[in-house]
């Protein structure tokens, strides 16, 4: 399990005298929720660059469809949101945690709502959903089952209002820079100017997730892990790799971009069913559809092998069809597209990669162990989704770690010593590596993503793994020491780093928890109630068991042989 090569500091060659500067208060890398949250928190009296590698229209915010937990319903109870969340998490949530941003949702939620947000009503109050986990009615939405494009609007043009605010768009973040022990800013790419040294009092990294490393994936391209690489490299630590989150219901049509059809679609009645239409759920949990996404998952995994077939369906032809279409035009109109009524054929679905749960380690404010780094949303690891993430929990922890990263780092500024001066340190990265010769990085990142897929999806065994592991390092060790001139090479990088952190995971986690399943350790274990958190220059593991918890052995070398697929009572229990 130990890496042949630990990679670059740097992926590319720089030089205070060869790279244009430029010079912010808070520099906040990620445009989607977690970041303009955060850019919106900072005191106007400081100056604010948000650097995305796309455009503002274009993060994993933007394809939410679900929408926001929260509770608003005078039947439900801040204790019964976070008891379905501690649930979920399969014994890794940290309460504190958890019971901070489910008492904070309202209040995140009605700000929106000031802002210009159009969620969605029923007869003058808002109109709440429920998703699979959730005992009750509490996730507000937008447009039907466009909730994130239409929080992203009001975000959007309230983050524009802003003076003290510049957006780069298109810019891609290389690396963060680091001197002295903390971080001092980022250096990024762009077009237009190259290489470019953004030196920042306090940076925020809110880059999203890492789905793109999967052959089959719910998230758009610039979802590649990019910011969990960055962190890496400069030395923050990075915990629960293992835990890559599995939506269960996403469309499986040849040319349907594996759209996600959102929980919701099951909140309101949906069934799935096998090959043959008989339903399936109640066998593995008594909440049936209704169940977390990792059981869904599992369970729909398990029933695809018992069938022999690629997919199950979903079948909603017992609903009303005009409910079916006005609570959920996006994805109707999507299935138009292939000739099936959503209200009344059947959908075919399997799971895709969805959301990532591990990341960098954050406390309460956003705060990484590096200091000068903050980070908020899918890049982090909070402590509120433990093992499994609950639905509509993630556009939430995004804005309440955004507006908690943006005001502790705009404190943090604003507290320095009068006078403090942003200094330029010499700082220099030079060229080398192997530049020589030309390689298909298509097919590279093709074959990545694909054996992700085979051996690190949704079941996973001791031996595929250390097979995978085997074939990425193999990989590490001629792409990783190379200086490529342009994104499509870092961003190469980036998923190799990160695909090769999340299998050494894998393997270290020996049980099932949450969306974590061991073929060869089919059952939940209390001695692994703990994080497992890795760092650079460190070989070893950093263990950290919750409290209550002692400490697993762990092995160095020994890979247990791969077993079976767990046997329905086994996903109904785990």
Request: include cysteine; charged fraction near 25%.
């Amino acid at each position: 399990m130990t890496p042949t090569f630990e990679g670059p500091r740097y992926l590319v060659a720089f030089g205070p005298k060869r790279v244009p500067h430029c010079f912010t208060d808070v520099l906040i890398l990620g445009g989607g929720l977690a970041g303009l949250r955060a850019a919106l928190a900072v005191d106007s009296r400081l100056s604010v660059t948000v650097v995305t590698k796309n455009d503002l229209q274009s993060s994993s915010s933007q394809w939410a469809q679900g929408g926001i937990a929260g509770v608003h319903d005078p039947e439900d109870r801040f204790d019964n949101h976070v008891a379905d969340t501690l649930d979920a998490g399969g014994g890794l949530c940290h309460e504190d945690v958890v019971e901070s941003v489910v008492r904070e949702a309202p209040a995140r939620i009605a700000e929106l709502s000031a802002w210009g947000t159009k969620f969605d009503e029923r007869d003058g109050a808002l109109d709440l959903g429920r998703e699979g986990g959730h005992s009750h009615h509490r996730i507000v939405h937008a447009l039907g089952d466009a909730t994130g494009r239409e929080v992203m609007r009001a975000v959007i043009e309230r983050a524009a209002a802003l003076d003290n605010l510049e957006v780069w768009p298109d810019t891609f973040t290389i690396d963060l820079i680091t001197d002295a022990g903390g971080c001092r800013g980022a250096l990024v790419w762009n077009k237009a100017h190259g290489k470019t040294l953004v030196w920042a009092r306090r940076t925020i990294l809110a880059t999203g997730g890492a789905g793109q490393l999967y052959r089959e994936s719910t998230n758009p391209d610039g979802a590649s892990g990019d910011g969990l690489a960055l962190a890496w490299r400069a030395g923050a630590t990075l915990r629960d790799m293992e835990f890559m989150q599995f939506h269960p219901t996403v469309l499986y049509i040849a040319g349907g971009a594996r759209s996600l059809i959102t929980e919701a679609v099951r909140g309101a009645g949906a069934r799935l069913v096998d090959r043959e239409g008989r339903r399936f759920m109640p066998e593995f949990d008594a909440r049936a559809e209704l169940a977390p996404r990792d059981v869904v998952s599992r369970a729909i995994t398990v029933v695809m092998h018992r069938t022999h077939h690629a997919n199950v369906y979903l079948d909603l032809s017992h609903l009303d069809p005009d409910m079916v279409h006005r609570r959920f035009p996006g994805m109707a109109q999507i299935c138009a597209k292939f000739g099936l009524d959503l209200a009344r054929d059947r959908i075919p679905v399997r799971p895709g990669a969805h959301y990532m749960i591990g990341g960098v380690e954050v406390d309460a404010d956003g705060r990484t162990d590096l200091p000068g780094l903050f980070a908020a949303g899918e890049v982090t690891s909070s402590g509120l989704h433990g093992a499994n993430r609950l639905a509509s929990n993630s556009l939430l922890e995004g804005l309440v770690y955004g507006a908690r990263a943006g005001r502790a780092a705009s404190a943090d500024v604003l507290a320095a010593a009068a006078g403090d001066t942003l200094r330029v340190p010499d700082l220099a990265n030079p060229k080398g590596g192997d530049i020589n010769g030309s390689l298909d990085l298509a097919d590279i990142r093709n074959s990545l993503r694909s054996l992700m897929w085979r051996h690190v999806g949704v079941e996973r065994s001791g031996g595929s793994l250390a097979e995978a592991l085997d074939t990425v390092e193999g990989w590490c060790g001629y792409v990783l020491p190379r200086q490529f001139a342009d994104p499509e090479g870092w961003q190469l990088q980036n998923m190799l780093e990160v695909a090769r952190l999340m299998i050494r995971a894998a393997l270290e986690r020996r049980e099932t928890r949450g969306v974590h399943v061991r073929g060869d350790f089919p059952r939940t274990s209390d001695a692994w109630r703990a994080h497992i958190g890795w760092r650079r220059g460190r070989l070893e593991p950093l263990v950290e068991p919750l409290p209550g918890t002692a400490s697993p052995e762990h092995s160095r070398t020994g890979v247990a042989a791969a077993g079976g697929l767990p046997n329905a009572a086994a996903v109904g229990k785990n």
